[in-house]
């Protein structure tokens, strides 16, 4: 009986360990973490999701630097520092924090309703987990209801791309469109 006990004992310490090393939901608590960092202005907690430097062209026409984005020049802590504003700004927070981050780690997506800030331009996210790909992607997209429609009505999409590698979400690339 004491043996059995023991052994009782024994697989339940194994299943409590095996349990408590479960990394399955530590992408979705990154998220979270991400978006408490950049809501609350926190650079230095943001930057340990980026590995720096980095080369993306893209992020200096976000910023508004293309010159920058010709000559292919790397994205730096310093220049991830003077663009934060611009990189995560007011759209961006306030569609990151309308994500319903159970949907995303349930279903695999969530997205925003459509937001305004003053009855011009229209914008909403979408973020997505692609399991097979290890991949949480934010698609921040919105239009200007005055651009001319010739040139796609102002619409656009920029997509931020972050991969999950041996647990840790990492930032991988900005994507634009539009």
């Known amino acids: 009986m004491k043996r059995t006990l023991l ?20 992408w979705i ?13 926190d650079k230095e907690t943001t930057k340990t999701f980026f590995n720096f430097p980095y080369n993306n062209a893209e992020f200096w026409y976000i910023v ?3 010159n920058l984005a ?5 994205v730096t802590e310093k220049s991830f520092d003077l663009y934060f ?6 759209q961006f927070i306030t569609a990151f924090l309308k994500i319903k981050t159970k949907d995303l780690y349930e279903k695999g997506t969530s997205k925003t ?14 973020a997505t987990y692609d399991k097979n790909e ?13 651009s001319d429609p010739e040139y796609d009505g102002g619409e656009y999409a920029i997509f931020y791309v972050f991969k999950i590698k041996a647990g840790k979400l990492r930032f991988d690339k900005i994507l634009m469109a539009g």
């Open 7 to 26: 052994y009782i004992c024994l697989l339940l310490c194994a299943h409590t360990a095996i349990a408590s090393t479960d990394t399955t939901t530590t």
């Open 134 to 146: 290890q991949t949480v992607t934010l698609q921040l997209s919105g239009y200007n209801k005055k």
């Open 113 to 126: 309703a459509e937001f305004t800030d003053d009855q011009e331009e229209y914008y909403s996210m979408e």
């Open 70 to 74: 010709e000559k292919e020049a790397p």
């Open 64 to 66: 508004g630097v293309p």
């Open 85 to 90: 504003d611009k990189i995560f700004d007011k």
């Open 29 to 41: 608590d990154q998220v979270r973490t991400l978006r408490d960092a950049i809501y609350q202005r």
